[in-house]
């Protein structure tokens, strides 16, 4: 298994789509000519039992609804009207928020250029949502339709002159990304946008994975001498920039704007990084080194040693795969601006977004491999990988679990993954008291306060989890990692 990794990361992903209980139409309202304001009207339709989230305030968790508008015609977008929503308590995501019930309109304002000529002209209109109903919820979906309509010859109308504007604010009152208030800002916005994006997605559960699997890397390259340590980071983060940024324009070539969320949501991808966490888990327990094929190996005996240069961009290949599907909130913007023709912005705001994002990685490239040439390191850093791969294993069932929502497995459910991650925690603290002794551990003579105190946090974190299998309210943040509720019921239910 260890050889045939490598070929499972480059080998094609097939992007699959998934039908949701919403059905989208739009149309222009009235007749338009140059500068005027044209109002387009997105309905979404669903029957009563189900719902979307508002445009703003939707509350932790859910994802929030969002238009988005595109076309070389256009001079300013406006504020987007929605129909009003209904404030309730969310038993999915334990949340406060803002729903539409049983179907939803959005008016989408925008104003033409006065120097357009008459005649026909298409609108690319995209609608981003999550339909949920009391027992379910859907992964979030954008759905892109383009909109026609006729431009006339004729004034400016007074009546058809003025619209609510959006604020200049990057960010709305929901925390959604304002992309063109972003670029109209200037550079030094635009890269304040970016930059401060690439350093909140580090937050995401795609991306605390492979923190254990940088510091076991670059550990294991310390300890065997491979290269220099400055040189061997320097080469992992510029490789985690460079494939970020090329993956993310090609996704924008051949799949166009909908590329990041096809990507996040494709259940082959999902399935894919939670085989690749355990591969990753078990590598850490001590079960096996993680190894390149051999003829990739041989590729690099020119370099610092067995794997070299090409093992340290495998790695950062496989760091861009994975915490791709994390960054749809800012990498898709970035898409949809591609797609529709602008480059120097989505490539510039890609390299920003991806050195940021990079930057963290660049130190724990760095410092495991003078860590491990210290005296007496090997314990204590196989204990700390040990726990990191406790961790490893926690993030696998979160990706599975995203598999089992879109193909109706109807298996890994709520209580499921929360039953797992509870034990993983629970192991883990016993781990950390000695109770449990893995292949590379050495004899635990005694137990150190902070590794104590460490192991408690552990024990009290998967007794809390184990609370929410039997009713007790925990964390909203935790719920918006985990599948929705009583899935297995729903898929029963209508599937006879």
């Not at 355990?278 to 041989?298: A, C, E, H, K, R």
């Not at 093992?311 to 496989?318: D, E, L, N, Q, S």
């Given at each position: 298994m260890k050889r045939y990794i490598f070929y499972f990361l480059l080998s094609t992903i097939i992007f699959s789509q998934f039908k949701t209980p919403v059905e989208i139409s739009s149309e222009v309202i009235g007749n338009v000519r140059a500068g005027e304001i044209v109002e387009i009207s997105i309905t979404a339709e669903m029957d009563e039992e189900w719902y979307i989230y508002a445009l703003r305030d939707q509350g932790q968790g859910p994802t929030a609804s969002r238009v988005t508008l595109s076309g070389d015609f256009i001079d300013e977008i406006g504020k987007v009207i929605e129909s009003d929503p209904l404030s309730k308590y969310d038993e999915n995501f334990a949340t406060n928020t803002r729903i539409h019930q049983g179907g939803a309109n959005f008016i989408a304002p925008f104003r033409l250029k006065q120097d357009i000529l008459p005649g026909s002209y298409i609108v690319k209109?995209?609608?981003?949502?999550?339909?949920?109903?009391?027992?379910?919820?859907?992964?979030?979906?954008?759905?892109?339709?383009?909109?026609?309509?006729?431009?006339?010859?004729?004034?400016?109308?007074?009546?058809?002159?003025?619209?609510?504007?959006?604020?200049?604010?990057?960010?709305?009152?929901?925390?959604?990304?304002?992309?063109?208030?972003?670029?109209?800002?200037?550079?030094?916005?635009?890269?304040?946008?970016?930059?401060?994006?690439?350093?909140?997605?580090?937050?995401?559960?795609?991306?605390?994975?492979?923190?254990?699997?940088?510091?076991?890397?670059?550990?294991?390259?310390?300890?065997?001498?491979?290269?220099?340590?400055?040189?061997?980071?320097?080469?992992?983060?510029?490789?985690?920039?460079?494939?970020?940024?090329?993956?993310?324009?090609?996704?924008?070539?051949?799949?166009?704007?909908?590329?990041?969320?096809?990507?996040?949501?494709?259940?082959?991808?999902?399935?894919?990084?939670?085989?690749?966490?355990?591969?990753?888990?078990?590598?850490?327990?001590?079960?096996?080194?993680?190894?390149?094929?051999?003829?990739?190996?041989?590729?690099?005996?020119?370099?610092?040693?067995?794997?070299?240069?090409?093992?340290?961009?495998?790695?950062?290949?496989?760091?861009?795969?994975?915490?791709?599907?994390?960054?749809?909130?800012?990498?898709?913007?970035?898409?949809?601006?591609?797609?529709?023709?602008?480059?120097?912005?989505?490539?510039?705001?890609?390299?920003?977004?991806?050195?940021?994002?990079?930057?963290?990685?660049?130190?724990?490239a760095l410092f495991p491999q003078y860590l491990s040439k210290m005296p007496k390191s090997g314990s204590w850093l196989n204990s700390v990988k040990v726990v990191l791969g406790f961790m490893e294993m926690a993030a696998a069932f979160k990706f599975i679990s995203n598999s089992d929502l879109v193909w109706n497995w109807g298996f890994f459910t709520q209580n499921v993954v929360l039953a797992s991650w509870a034990i993983l925690m629970l192991l883990c603290g016993l781990y950390l008291l000695g109770k449990i002794q893995l292949p590379h551990d050495s004899e635990l003579k005694f137990i150190s306060v902070p590794r104590l105190m460490l192991s408690m946090i552990f024990l009290t974190f998967g007794l809390y989890l184990t609370s929410g299998m039997f009713g007790n309210r925990i964390s909203g943040l935790i719920y918006s990692y985990l599948p929705p509720k009583s899935i297995v019921r729903y898929l029963l239910a209508h599937q006879q």
């Open positions: 209109t995209s609608i981003l949502y999550q339909v949920c109903n009391k027992s379910v919820c859907y992964p979030p979906k954008e759905e892109f339709i383009d909109v026609a309509f006729t431009v006339e010859e004729g004034s400016i109308r007074p009546d058809r002159s003025e619209m609510v504007t959006t604020d200049k604010a990057i960010y709305d009152s929901s925390g959604n990304i304002n992309l063109e208030a972003a670029i109209g800002s200037g550079l030094f916005s635009f890269i304040i946008l970016s930059v401060s994006m690439g350093f909140l997605a580090l937050l995401t559960p795609c991306v605390f994975p492979m923190i254990p699997i940088t510091i076991s890397f670059f550990t294991h390259k310390g300890e065997k001498n491979e290269g220099s340590p400055l040189k061997n980071a320097f080469i992992y983060t510029f490789g985690i920039i460079a494939t970020f940024s090329i993956i993310g324009l090609l996704l924008a070539l051949t799949l166009g704007a909908s590329g990041a969320n096809q990507l996040a949501s494709n259940p082959w991808v999902n399935l894919f990084l939670a085989s690749l966490f355990v591969y990753f888990s078990l590598s850490l327990f001590g079960m096996y080194d993680i190894q390149l094929p051999q003829w990739l190996t041989n590729l690099s005996l020119k370099q610092e040693g067995r794997g070299g240069t090409l093992g340290t961009i495998f790695m950062a290949v496989t760091f861009t795969l994975t915490s791709f599907t994390c960054t749809v909130q800012f990498v898709g913007l970035l898409l949809v601006a591609a797609s529709n023709g602008q480059w120097f912005w989505p490539m510039l705001g890609m390299v920003i977004f991806s050195t940021a994002f990079a930057s963290p990685f660049f130190f724990l």
